[in-house]
């Protein structure tokens, strides 16, 4: 298990490069001009300001001088301070949210992990159950629907079917609205006596003691909940389906059958846990999606979460900002990567040994 | 090749017993196990409705200047405006300014010499039905352009990595993992919005950042073919008689090993025109009125709060694009069955 756990942590420096690498490329279409707009926080106010700036960072020379000054920043000769610098946490600055990117992620982050926290159940234990009811009726109703469920499902685009939902729910019936919070819950959380322990909105309001509020913020996050739960049942449903029915066939299957236990425990208790193998793999990664955030759900919503920020960014082609938020999701993968694949190994013993 | 020869006499029993069957030419052709893919796809009903709707969409797209005449013939693809107001305007409503020709089938079906918004306008009086129609022929358009570049990236670099092994191989491997590290929509967007200054607003940016990211999965899945295909006894015969790499690969192995992915690749259609709309939608890729699915939905993206009455600007677009989308998978699903390897020398 050790040497699983460091083999592992040694790709993880390799893949931090890469990914530090794959998007410094990417900047390289833009001119160095461009690319100045990284530490440049006002208006330049005239060309000079900015060839300075080019020449402080260095931006006109060897690429591998530009890599590392864009890694660790420059020091400034007058006062020593350090600036620019993605492994100090300096991502640059946003032009359209006229904010550092790092404070723009720290701002919308915990909108997005609030999601992902309350999407997680619905998503994974939901599409997990369907798949394995599919399983255990092979060819009968509730596969046959499962599977013209999960055609349909993987053909309606996430963004259609966003604006089908905001058609029903919100234009026609009111029910749940886009957005994060209705103004006056917005007041509330603005004012001194809202404090923000977690900057989570649903737990800060529970520690708050304001129900009213909670239940303002999940209104306006079932909506989101629904599209994430659809999109995702369907690969869900089919995955574990298909391993189901695999442990199903197995002889040690057969045998429990065979000493007469119940269908129920021969199911839940003998098969199904070994079946869930590849849908643990499947929840890991998707939960790691969702922390990156969903740029196209988030999106339709108007959820104010890093993914529609990114997006937001990118309509608008300030590639400052979503080089920024690659970065930062970049690195949210990887790490989070790491501790799905270690938790793996516990789960299944094979993996530590392949 | 191997020729059945039939002993002489009454062979009414041999044949019996053992079940030879005429070999007709197309499996000749393909071979023994790519002919049981193809006919597995043609005769599931579930493959078989896949194609009819793509069928549906290709005729669609080959006569789009039949069904509705471009207004500016040589900028067919930008959407004509019924004047410019910010109000959609419902199905059925009259066409008043930059009005198409009347294309021959209108009469008889519509019964009226005038044409009308048959699916409402969007904001800025763009017609819905004019996005619908010409929107696929740039579906089928991005979607190959895509999906032909993808595949032969995935190709050389799948194979050229499988066929040296070792240390190229391990390089080439992990190249492929950071590519993968990114989701694939944040990763095609920014990528979208890094080279949009260079190509302006058109359909190339969307397209270029579709294919960088796009080309990884192939080149695993023809890798591992390759792998499997590699240790064959005729690749070693072609090896032992001096044939040069470039030649065992290209021709003895990449033709062994491909059509499994060629089938993939070829459903694979359905995912880019996904990933091209969903792009279009946030914001990225074509100038405002082009015809293309995607861009005719986001228009949408201003009217949430009355969705109820100006339901049309959603629902024509999204059917066409969860049609379209359907029939790939519909048949995609199908190989998947006839693909798996437990299913492999049943009929």
Redesign the interface.
Known sequence: MVTYIIRRLLIVP??LF??T???FG??Q??SPV?RSALYIRDVPKNDRAVEGVIKQYGLDKPLYVQYWKWLVGVEDSKTGERRGGILFGDFGYSRVASQPVADLIRNRFPNTLDLTLWAVAPVILVGIWLGVQAAVHQNGLIDQAARIFS??G???????FG??V??IF???LEWFP?GRLSDWANRVVLSDEFVRYTRLLTFDALLNGRFDIFLDAMRHMILPILTLSYISWATFLRVTRSSMLETLRMEYVTTARAKGLPEKDVIYKHAQPNAMIPAITLAGFSIV?LL??V??TE??FTYPGI?QA??E???Q???VT??G??LF??FI??LSNLVVDVLYGFVDPRVRLS | MAQTTIPAGDNTLLRESSSLREIGRIERLLGPENYRIMTGLLKTP?SILGFILIGLFIFIAIAAPLIIPPVRANDPYSIPRDGFSPNPEPPGSAWERNVPDLPFWYEPIMRSDQWVHIMGTSTGGYDIFYGVIWGTRTAFKTGLIVVVTTLLIGIIVGSVSAYYGGAVDNIIM??V???L???F???A??????????FGKSLMPAIIALIGFGWMGYSRIIRGDILSIKERDYVMAARVIGVKDSGILFRHIIPNAIFPTLVLASLAI?DVV?SF??LS????GTEIGYADWGQV?SF??NW??????Y?YI?VFP?LT??FF??GW??VG?ALRDVLDPRMRGKA
Do not use: C, E, H
């Open positions: 390799i893949l890469g990914v690498v794959l998007i990417m900047l279409f833009l461009q055609i349909v993987t053909s309606f685009p996430t963004f259609v604006l089908v905001l058609m919100y234009a026609n886009p999606g990156g955030g740029v196209i999106t339709v993914g990114a997006a960014a990118a309509a082609l300030d590639v979503v080089l938020f690659a999701n970049g993968l990887i | 579930a992990r190249i993992d950071i590519f590290t990114l989701p929509i944040l990763a967007l920014i990528l979208a919005a890094v080279i949009t200054p260079k359905g996904l709309a969903a939608f946030l914001g990225i939905l949408a993206r949430i709060t009355s969705l109820n009455t339901w959603i999204g694009l969860v989308v359907m998978n519909l699903d």
